[in-house]
């Protein structure tokens, strides 16, 4: 039985290599790719997830959604990781942007459509999945489950001092959507950062003949000497792919019960990610948090997805 995902992201290099594994993964059916603002604006992040779909050309097409212009911030970290496009300055012309939905009808729709069927597999802010439940209450119902990249419970933050991307760009629909009911795992910066990819990947990635592999040797280096150049790291994180093998093999990973919000106010920890890990806590458990993870075993996973994608797009 495939496992039927929307997946929700903001492309965004590791956002273009997840969707590498997803699309082409015969374990799942992306039912819908839904753009979000975050590593690059609204018409940048829609534009990117034709640009992606289009390039990789996988076996079925998902639906698409528009991310909405209203959210639009943007942030100087994210332009340098990813390129002012968000794909390593992949310069690919797309035909013309085609007219989709917004992202939160897509989502509405398709779960309405499949009611306790289908896993949201969130790699970005979470504005979409929370003004679909705004517009849909009875949505928080028939998700099936959420697996989202996000937060730090160390409170070790990577656009801030405190705060962790996703839910620094909009921590009033993380915490919507934390305060919800739906079954959520989240997948912290504490567990993805656990994995730095070492510069030999590119040798291990698909053949360039590939589509898969095209994408991959264009975003793939630049991602390595964009952590070189502004982190000074030698390797990179590719955060939202450890997110999308927490949701395919969760047998790789640990997690604990824990209760969870979101600082919305305060100067220094917009953003924040708070966990009652008192003795005698008072927050209610209200997700499943990633603890920990076999290294080795997801990356030689994420390794064996990027592959099967080049053999699958010759
Ligand atoms: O903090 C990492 C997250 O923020 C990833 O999803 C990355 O793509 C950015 O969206
Ligand atoms: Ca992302």
New binding site residues.
């Given amino acids: 039985m495939t496992r039927r995902v929307i997946i929700d992201c903001?492309p965004?290099i590791?956002?273009s290599i997840a969707l590498c594994l997803a699309l082409f993964d015969p374990r799942i059916e992306v039912v819908a790719v839904t753009a979000t603002v975050?590593?690059v604006d609204a018409h940048q992040a829609s534009r990117n997830v034709q640009t992606i779909i289009e390039m990789l050309d996988p076996p079925r097409w998902p639906r698409m959604g528009m991310a909405r212009s209203d959210e639009d911030v943007s942030i100087t970290i994210?332009r340098e990781l990813h390129g002012t496009d968000g794909l390593g300055n992949l310069g690919v012309q797309i035909s013309e942007l085609h007219h989709q939905h917004p992202s939160d009808k897509v989502i509405a729709d398709a779960v309405r459509n499949e009611p306790g069927e289908l896993t949201i597999i969130a790699?970005?802010p979470l504005t979409n999945i929370a003004r679909a439940l705004n517009r849909d209450p009875d949505l928080s119902t028939m998700i099936d489950q959420i697996v989202m990249?996000?937060g730090s419970v160390q409170g070790i933050g990577?656009?801030s001092a405190a705060a962790?991307?996703?839910c620094f760009m909009d921590p009033e629909s993380a915490r919507a959507v934390f305060r919800s009911p739906i079954t959520k795992t989240l997948v912290p910066?504490d567990v993805?950062r656990e994995l730095i990819f070492p510069f030999d990947l590119v040798s291990r990635l698909p053949s360039q003949t590939s589509r898969a592999g095209g994408f991959l040797h264009h975003v793939v280096p630049y991602a390595f000497r964009a952590y070189r150049q502004h982190l000074g790291l030698e390797g990179i994180y590719i955060?939202?792919a450890v997110a999308l093998m927490a949701a395919l093999q969760p047998e790789l990973f640990r997690t604990e019960e824990m209760a969870g919000d979101v600082e919305t106010q305060g100067e220094l920890t917009r953003g924040m990610t708070i966990f009652d890990q008192r003795e005698h806590r008072d927050w209610r458990i209200n997700m499943d948090v990633v603890v920990d993870l076999d290294v080795i075993e997801v990356q030689a996973a994420i390794e064996r997805g990027l592959k099967y994608a080049g053999q699958q797009s010759v």
Avoid: P, S
């Fill in positions: 903001d965004g590791d956002d975050g590593n994210a790699l970005g990249t996000g990577n656009v962790e991307f996703n910066l993805t955060h939202d």
